[in-house]
DNA sequence: CTCTTGAAGGTTTTT
DNA sequence: CCTTCAAGAG
């Protein structure tokens, strides 16, 4: 390969071309890493002739990693789907499904989320009597999560914690945490990570076939690796020496999550005969954009020294707004795209909105809602985390893993079976007594002392479960999925119900049976506990679509590595951003993180930047005053627009800052709200036909009811234009409006 | 055992 | 604001 039939850059093209030993590459924002990272693959493959089996790829997304395996592809050819492309979660698990016995598991083990995990945590200390105004569950998971990222054990954790009484407590919680999952069959996130570590420590065999196997390895984000990982990668690379670290100090922020950003400044003490290379040209953003960045981010200290440059325009000046009001800010968010997207022929794609806190998105999207903008909202409540399918999966999991007594005590009286606390405590006590699992007592119901009248409806529960768990053996997921609804009753329960809510949970229903039917269509070999591994694993932002023209809405940690051409970094006031926490706390790195995070934001941009603030806010239902963020004061004058409004402005009325009655807006949610899978209706496919043609009244959720004065066909989608009563003159996207003939 | 109601308490960021 | 938890009636 050379330098023009890549594109690559000197110092890329050495990255590309340093394949043996330990490399470092520190790469800036924007500085092309993902395009090192897949030329060095392909370049692996085609011109070293290594195999495509012998090659990891550790990626922060399950989205990046499959981008990177089809960029493969496309310059290879051959052979992209024999490389490991992960997550560190991913690639742990599917390690762990060949091991995991050897560890003391099942190799069917479950997948514990953040609730689970604190489910968990809740019953140990109800069983160890521990006052729960004393003691937070939530300390003690974050508590337990960090012990783990530094791979301290709970004996550890125990001599550990001295005479400290607390912490001796936390202990206890730990040990019996550890215990409880292990009965269970079951592994937490982090779990997923020390289990494959001590897998290796425990059983050289079995690690040396791995460093066999992957010969080289790459890891992305590197920046943002915890202890537990760097373990597993140095284990992996120890025989080999193949190992290339791409990362960027400046943009470390998961410290929260255990990320030792010691793991990227040190690399080359651990890896003296390490080589180093900096990419510091910037192919993304404007000059101006970089400087702003380059600027915020010179005021941290303890990092290693570089200076993002590009040979890119200066472009435009980076607008700052202050608003009277959050609601101000969000409205003027929303018009600047509506009249971009109207005006200058951009798409709703080239722009996301991106904050500190997942709350702040609720005005936008209200605001965005109003406008009729197309958005999507990453993150927040996951989607598998949602009651009702938390609900359905915990039956698929006790199918599959009979030993998840976790799942069994959450279905167990859902829906209502009249099995209530006073017998499952019952039956607890002699599971205790018996040592015994839960599900076995279960199953043994009739020699628990005192149950009367609920033995039978045990009974009933349990035979349910043995006749699914028989029908799994011939049916599909899909199939499986549709027969506990069906034996539940729980579709037809929520359609009993008749509210918005029952609606929006069966519709959620609806979309968890098309992606079953999704996973089993693409998947090689489709079965029940691959699909629930995959459902443990995705994160929201994998489902982001590019094909799709929606305003992309998110945390700004959601937002590392990608770019837009138009970024709003919105809330930029001290208290919101930096976070009122790290204001107020007294450990001065908390800030330089949330600045880094702020550098991250600002080199999201490509084109066009824009930063906003609010005088006053609602926070938690009380107005708050913020300040400017520090942030912004970071940046050069020189740098930023202050114009106030540009072009003509309608002669706006007075805005009543009232926030939408919570019904009318949660109805238009509702109507509006964003499957993922829907997003690609409005790429993909308009709606064929419209219901109502010009001339007929219709109805909109928000704006009432009005006469359709003119339908023009977008090719995308129907523009539609109506005359409505209220609200006067509105023109809208068939597929968005959602109107309703009369 | 279930459902309703009211009060209290709590917020960064996520695989 | 929004979720979670405790208490009390049916």
Sequence with gaps: MNQTETGLNPMQMEAVEHTEGPLLILAGAGSG????????????????????????????????????????????????????????????????????????????????????????????????????????????????????????????????????????????????????????????????????????????????????????????????????????????????????????????????????????????????????????????????????????IANNQGRKAKRLWTENPEGDLIDLRQFQSGFEEAEYVAGEITRGVRTEGKKYRDYAILYRTNAQSRLFEEKLLLANVPYKIVGGVNFYARREIKDLLAYLRVIENPEDDLAVLRIINVPRRGIGAATINKVQDWEAEQGIRFYDALLEAEYVPGLMRSLNKIKSFTSFLQVLRAKADYLSVKELLNEIIEETGYVADLQAEGTEEAAARIENIDELISKIADYEESAEQPSLGGFLQEVALV????????????????????????????????????????????????????????????????????????????????????????????????????????????????????????????SVYAAMKQAFREKPQQAKTFSAQKATKLDYEIGDTVRHIKFGVGIVTDIVDGGRDYEVTVNFDQAGTKKMFASFAKLKKL
């Design 33 to 296: 890493k993902t395009r090192v990272l897949t030329h060095r693959i392909a370049s692996l493959i085609r011109d070293k002739g290594v195999n495509p089996w012998n090659i990891m790829a550790i990626t922060f997304t399950n989205k990046a990693a499959g981008e990177m395996r089809e960029r493969v592809d496309k310059i290879v050819g051959y052979g992209s789907e024999r490389i490991w492309v992960s997550t560190f979660h991913s690639s742990c698990v599917r390690i762990l499904r060949r091991h995991a016995e050897r560890l003391g598991y099942a190799n069917n083990f479950a997948i514990y989320d953040t609730d689970d995990q604190k489910s968990l945590i809740k019953d140990i200390m109800k069983r160890l009597q521990m006052d729960p105004k004393l003691y937070r569950d939530r300390a003690i998971m974050a508590a337990i999560s960090s012990a783990k990222d530094e791979m301290i054990e709970p004996d550890q954790y125990r001599i550990d914690a001295g005479i400290d009484w607390k912490l001796q407590k936390y202990a206890a919680v730990y040990a019996e945490y550890q215990a409880e999952l292990k009965k269970n069959n079951a592994m937490d996130f982090d779990d997923l990570l020390v289990q494959t570590v001590k897998l290796f420590q425990q059983f050289p065999e079995v690690l040396d076939y791995y460093q066999e196997q992957f010969r080289y390895i790459m890891v992305d984000e590197y920046q943002d690796t915890n202890t537990v990982q760097f373990r597993f990668v140095s284990l992996l690379a120890a025989k080999y020496r193949n190992l290339c670290v791409v990362g960027d100090d400046d943009q470390s922020i998961y410290k929260f999550r255990g990320a030792n950003i010691e793991n990227i400044l040190s690399f080359e003490h651990v890896f003296p005969d390490a080589k180093v290379i900096k990419l510091e040209q910037n192919y993304r953003s404007t000059q101006n954009i970089l400087n702003a960045a380059n600027e915020v």
């Design 539 to 662: 994160s929201d932002i994998d489902s982001v679509d590019e094909e799709s023209d929606y305003v992309l809405l998110m945390t700004l940690h959601s937002a590392k590595g990608l770019e837009f051409p138009n970024v709003f970094l919105a809330g930029m006031e001290d208290g919101i951003f930096p976070s009122y926490m790290t204001i107020t706390g007294d450990d001065p790195s908390e800030l330089e993180e949330e600045r880094r995070l702020c550098y991250v934001g600002i080199t999201r941009a490509m084109q066009h930047l824009t930063l906003t603030c609010a005088r006053q806010r609602m926070i938690r239902g009380e107005v708050q005053y913020n300040k400017m963020s520090r942030f912004v004061k970071e940046i050069p004058r020189e740098l930023i627009s202050l114009e106030r409004e540009r072009g003509e402005i309608e002669d706006r009325k007075p805005k009543m800052d009232i926030p939408t009655r919570g």
